[in-house]
């Protein structure tokens, strides 16, 4: 399959179990809803997919693909950087707020679903630094401080219902600036 046709299935699918997660709840969404949803045969697509936890994925990756579509290039300092990236990632979950929210919610009973989502959002974080092209402190250390970050911003983002997402904004900004002195002082040290 090229990247191409896998992109645009993957779009189908995302919009498919998001729709079922916010309309149903995500503990009720099946495979064979979402290949119906998503206009894939149901046999083809469980040859992709064995549980419903392993759509968390493909949801993930496109949110993160989506976000740094509409993010673009930002420049200027750090801080502002990520913090352009991060919120249009913020953008894109508030699009979809009632399927993230059952999502969410149902991964904290869920272990597997759990496991699917941080793998792949610490994978979309280290997306987010690959264009953010910036090369102190190495990847590892800035995907552990984002995550941490994010973390924060996503969790006042579940309490923030506001249209304009000011307390989520005012977390991530919070967190960038503490993260950004936290390496400041480990950039120091070593």
Same mark, same amino acid.
């Given at each position: 399959?090229?990247?191409?046709?896998?992109?645009?299935?993957?779009?189908?699918?995302?919009?498919?179990?998001?729709?079922?997660?916010?309309?149903?709840?995500?503990?009720?969404?099946?495979?064979?809803? #979402?290949?119906?949803?998503?206009?894939?045969?149901?046999?083809?697509?469980?040859?992709?997919? #064995?549980?419903?936890?392993?759509?968390?994925?493909?949801?993930?990756?496109?949110?993160?693909?989506?976000?740094?579509?509409?993010?673009?290039?930002?420049?200027?300092?750090?801080?502002?950087?990520? =913090?352009?990236? +991060?919120?249009?990632?913020?953008? #894109?979950?508030?699009?979809?707020?009632? *399927?993230?929210?059952?999502?969410?919610?149902?991964?904290?009973?869920? +272990?597997? +679903?759990?496991?699917?989502?941080?793998?792949?959002?610490?994978?979309?974080?280290?997306?987010?630094?690959?264009?953010? *092209?910036?090369?102190?402190?190495?990847?590892?250390?800035?995907?552990?401080?984002?995550?941490?970050?994010?973390?924060?911003? =996503?969790?006042?983002?579940?309490?923030?219902?506001?249209?304009?997402? *000011?307390?989520?904004?005012?977390?991530?900004?919070?967190? +960038?600036?503490?993260?950004?002195? *936290?390496?400041? #002082?480990?950039?120091?040290?070593?």
């Amino acid at each position: 399959m090229t990247k191409t046709k896998t992109q645009t299935e993957n779009a189908k699918i995302s919009a498919a179990a998001l729709h079922l997660a916010a309309t149903q709840g995500w503990e009720n969404v099946t495979l064979d809803a #979402v290949a119906r949803g998503a206009k894939i045969s149901p046999a083809l697509f469980k040859k992709r997919f #064995v549980e419903p936890h392993e759509l968390a994925a493909v949801i993930v990756k496109e949110i993160s693909r989506e976000a740094l579509a509409d993010a673009g290039k930002p420049s200027g300092a750090a801080h502002d950087i990520f =913090f352009d990236l +991060l919120m249009a990632r913020f953008d #894109v979950l508030q699009k979809n707020r009632k *399927a993230i929210l059952s999502i969410a919610e149902a991964a904290r009973c869920d +272990l597997a +679903l759990s496991r699917s989502l941080t793998r792949e959002v610490l994978n979309g974080l280290y997306s987010v630094i690959d264009v953010a *092209a910036l090369h102190a402190p190495p990847r590892p250390v800035l995907a552990a401080g984002l995550s941490a970050v994010y973390g924060w911003a =996503f969790l006042a983002w579940r309490r923030d219902e506001s249209r304009d997402m *000011a307390k989520t904004m005012a977390a991530l900004d919070r967190g +960038l600036r503490l993260a950004g002195k *936290a390496m400041g #002082v480990l950039i120091q040290r070593f």
